[in-house]
């Protein structure tokens, strides 16, 4: 009973999401039905001390990066920056290309540091104009941009400045570039499966004689050709510099502390406040790249960006505390299904898996597919299980950083189900219904958990690391 009271209310949350309801609203009322059933006077205290205890404390840790993330990715496209890589990738892979241009143009941009939640207003409308013109189905650019934006750059490559690629730093002690060779090629055979899917698709749909597509909405502007773009190595800057210096400042923050824990000791203080740095030091590192890349970016396209900085910043704040409070709600989600029995017998069943790395990535993508988040599900598993996994790593001689790549990896798996925030928000900003295209973003889904589990093997086969 205790575990079909997690699966009515989790059902509950994705019809609702797949109807276009907000999550915002609807994670508390699902997460508070299921306290009804089992406890109905927990309902106002679990409200307050659990589910917006959860929603605060992920909104503490990570909106910065989201409200950077998106404040960087809006000055990218205000600077003209992302049309000048889009084209210059155009010019490289040809313009019949398209669905492979917005796959390498949105990994280009998560790889470099633009939140994956925002990467869709930036790219959205090239990916359109290059859709429309190739007579490519518009349902497909939500698929494709998934692809590019919530995969192999999200969690597999190594020094992705995603937040799915930082939490883990925060439990293993590792750093963003765990298992290089390890997630270099579990991402390159996401990369390989998705296109080759997503070509078939648009083949599918040209045999059967299906183009763009009319009376769409949220159509963009159609794009002037004779617009003056930067150049592409001007517009690349920003990118590898939010790169190159998250991995330099998540070396360089540690050697400005004497020990582990820095004592802030204001006069204004009631007490000392003991931080501790390991479990930051991965988020401070990307947000000091971010703020390096909005500057250079601000820099090196003053002329174009200052006169739209005022309005455009709006927007992009706007976006970020919309996707931040859909993941924060779903965490809270996550959190009150955690407290409950059921799911303690779902936790008890996924430990008895007797394969440590298969034990981790079968319960951090059970659990961001029950949460509708890859943040959620990754936080609360190794939130609840972390332990077990270090120790399980230990006695298996398997190094932490694969024990982080595979963590990462797994949590870019089921959680994209309807009721995902950066689903929901992608398929809002391109005017499409779950109905319409839903089904290629799942199929990326499933692709990408089947190639967590391939990394797995790739891994116990070679020892690589």
């Known amino acids: 009973m205790d575990v079909l009271v997690i699966i009515a209310s989790l059902t509950f949350l994705v019809i609702m999401a797949y109807r276009g309801f907000s999550v915002i609203l609807f994670a508390p009322l699902a997460a508070l039905g299921a306290v009804l059933f089992i406890d109905p006077a927990a309902l106002g205290p679990v409200y307050g001390a659990v589910f917006m205890e959860k929603l605060v404390t992920f909104v503490r840790n990570f909106l910065p990066v989201f409200l950077l993330g998106a404040i960087f990715g809006k000055v990218i496209e205000l600077s003209g920056n992302a049309k000048a890589i889009s084209s210059a990738v155009v010019k490289l ?184 740095i390991a479990s930051s030091v991965a988020i401070w590192a990307v947000e000091l790249a971010l703020l390096v890349g909005i500057v250079t970016v601000i820099l090196t396209g003053y002329k174009t960006v200052l006169p739209k900085f005022a309005e455009g910043s709006k927007h992009a704040i706007s976006g970020s505390l919309l996707a931040v409070m859909n993941s924060a709600s779903e965490f809270g989600y996550g959190a009150v299904m955690a407290a409950l029995p059921g799911f303690i017998i779902v936790a008890e069943t996924l430990r008895s898996i007797p394969n440590p790395l298969v034990n981790e990535a079968v319960s951090i993508t059970v659990l961001a597919g029950l949460t509708g988040s890859a943040i959620g599900g990754l936080s609360i598993a190794l939130g609840a299980m972390a332990d077990n996994f270090i120790a399980a790593a230990h006695a298996a001689n398997i190094p932490l950083e694969v024990f982080h790549r595979i963590a990462a990896m797994a949590s870019g798996g089921m959680d994209t189900l309807p009721h995902n925030g950066a689903v929901i928000t992608l398929l809002t900003v391109t005017g499409l219904t779950h109905r319409q295209s839903y089904r290629d973003i799942f199929a990326i889904t499933l692709i990408k958990t089947v190639m967590a589990a391939a990394t797995i093997v790739l891994f116990y086969a070679t020892g690589i690391v």
């Open 93 to 276: 892979l040809g313009s019949k290309r398209a669905q492979l241009v917005i796959v390498i143009t949105c990994g280009l941009l998560t790889y470099g540091g633009v939140s994956l939640n925002v990467v869709v207003f930036a790219v959205y409308p090239f990916a359109a104009e290059m859709f429309r013109l190739s007579n490519i189905p518009k349902r497909l650019i939500p698929g494709t941009i998934a692809l590019g934006a919530f995969t192999f750059t999200m969690d597999s490559f190594p020094g992705s400045p995603q937040v799915q690629n930082i939490i883990p730093t925060t439990f293993f002690g590792t750093d963003t570039w765990a298992a290089p060779w390890l997630g270099t090629i579990g991402g390159l055979m996401i990369f390989a499966t998705g296109m080759w899917y997503l070509d078939s698709r648009r083949k599918k749909a040209a045999a059967l004689g299906e183009g763009y597509g009319d009376n769409h909405i949220n159509e963009p502007e159609p794009i002037d050709p004779n617009e003056k773009l930067p150049h592409p190595l001007v517009a690349l800057l920003p990118l590898a510099l939010v790169f190159g210096l998250n991995y330099a400042f998540a070396k360089m923050i540690p050697h400005l502390y004497d020990g582990a824990t820095y004592t802030i000791t204001l006069a204004g203080l009631a007490k000392p406040i003991p931080v501790t």
